[in-house]
């Protein structure tokens, strides 16, 4: 085998020092370069991802922010309605209310007169009921006939001295 021959040696050499030389510069002038560029890309991609993603960030943030400021607005509007409302409902309550305890009184008021009425005629009919029932008691028990002016007179003396 010539490669294992010692004379075969420095020629091996410099053909190996060609060789490393030749590729070195192949290496430094073609390859390297181009695998830098890639890496250098993929850096800068990667930055301006990073980037971009935190600009995004800030901006959900702020959109967070002015949502959370919009409903609390709202929040606040809402419950301002709420209460005008209520203020409203007990307002209009209370003058329904008045109303119908100002239509209440009238109705009592009318009751009362209507049972004063009824009463006062009531008592009227007493009279002549407790006329009749004297003169019948005594026609009865006495066999005595009264006239309805003694039994009116009588009447009317006893409802006196009972009130």
Do not use: C
């Not at 073609?30 to 935190?54: G, M, T």
């Not at 009592?108 to 009227?124: D, R, V, W, Y």
């Not at 005594?138 to 002016?149: E, F, I, T, Y």
Request: avoid cysteine; charge should be negative; aromatic fraction near 4%.
């Amino acid at each position: 085998m010539p490669q294992l021959d010692v004379s075969y040696f420095p020629p091996q050499l410099v053909w190996l020092a060609i060789t490393f030389v030749v590729l070195y510069f192949l290496m430094a002038r073609l390859a390297i370069p181009k695998i830098s560029e890639v890496l250098e890309n993929r850096q800068n991609r990667i930055s301006s991802d990073l980037e971009e993603a935190k600009r995004l960030s800030e901006d959900a943030d702020k959109a967070k922010a002015d949502y959370e400021a919009s409903l609390a607005e709202a929040r606040s509007k809402a419950h301002g309605i709420v209460s005008e409302l209520k203020a409203e409902m007990a307002k209009e309550q209370d003058a329904s209310k008045a109303e119908l305890d100002s239509k209440l009184a009238v109705q009592a008021k009318e009751a009362e007169a209507s049972i004063q009425a009824a009463k006062e005629t009531a008592l009227g009919h007493v009279r002549d009921i407790a006329a009749d029932a004297a003169k019948t008691t005594v026609g009865r028990l006495v066999d005595l006939n009264v006239s309805d002016a003694d039994v009116s007179s009588a009447v009317e003396a006893s409802m006196k001295g009972g009130a």
